[in-house]
């Protein structure tokens, strides 16, 4: 009897085995991690990470957790994020964490940048609700210097990631560091032909947010009396219309300019460039 049964748990463990190696992992859904229903739905993940050896992944994920119950802490009690559930609540979202971040570690141990980069982006673009902006905001920093490795795409993934850390910039109020970021975004793009999912090529995105960039610059200096300063920037911003061919942007530009309490000569020094 002892026999029979030690025969049939090897049969049994050999079937599940094959089970698993035939599938593609999707988060605990998939047939390749077969859930302890003792344990949590974060805890069968860690498992799962170090079992299989992604140590570093299972690393940032605690440390994601733990950012986010730090930052519930901080907001206290009343605030919209403590009535959230917290990130190891939520098994979608740790289906994402588990697939991309072992994904990028794995890319990372073959030396494939490029594909660590796209891991990584593809965890910041999954968490596009208001209350997840920290988390696609902490991925798309990741990206941006995974980016700074990348050496087979002639410059592309670099380009992308600085217009993306140009609009989290922005989007906080920091337009002078968002203008750093949009400048290198213009200079790499500057003569390719890569496009965007809708046909927009690089070349003209960067010229609208450097020119979108600059007006803001040049709003905050007009405010602060800085007319020399304004009027230079303007005249960048304008150099940036130009070239992306927006002649309304150019109209804008200029109302910008002379909705201001300047001189007549300086408003025209930058009229000028209009025409």
Known sequence: NTSLFLKAVVVICTYLVRWRTEYRFKGLKSPFLIPSYRNSYKKN?????????????????????????ALREAA????A?????????????????????????????????????DNQLS????????????????????SYNTAQLVEIDGGKR????????????????????????????????????????TGRTYASLACQ????????LADKMLENKEHQEAIKTLKKALKMAKEGRWKI???????????????????????????
């Open 81 to 117: 994020i403590w009535h959230e559930k917290s990130l190891e609540e939520q098994p979608d979202k740790l289906d994402q964490l588990y697939h991309f971040l072992t994904g990028a570690e794995a890319a990372q141990r073959a030396g494939h940048y490029e594909k660590v980069y």
């Open 158 to 197: 670099k380009a992308q990631a600085y217009v993306n850390m140009g609009l989290i910039m922005e989007e906080q109020g920091h337009v002078t560091k968002a203008a750093e970021y949009f400048e290198a975004f213009y200079q790499i793009t500057e003569g390719t032909s890569w496009k965007d999912k």
């Open 123 to 142: 965890l910041a673009c999954s968490f596009s609700d208001p209350e997840d902006k920290w988390l696609s905001d902490y991925f798309y920093e990741k």
């Open 209 to 216: 947010h450097l020119w979108r960039i600059y007006t803001l």
């Open 249 to 275: 942007m150019l109209s804008h530009s200029f109302i910008r300019c002379a909705g201001h309490d300047l001189p007549k000569s300086k408003v025209e020094s930058v009229k000028g460039l209009t025409g």
């Open 76 to 79: 206290g009690p009343g605030s």
């Open 45 to 69: 993940i860690c498992i799962d990470m170090l079992r299989r050896g992604y140590h570093k992944s299972f690393s940032e994920l605690l440390t994601l957790i733990q950012k986010w119950n």
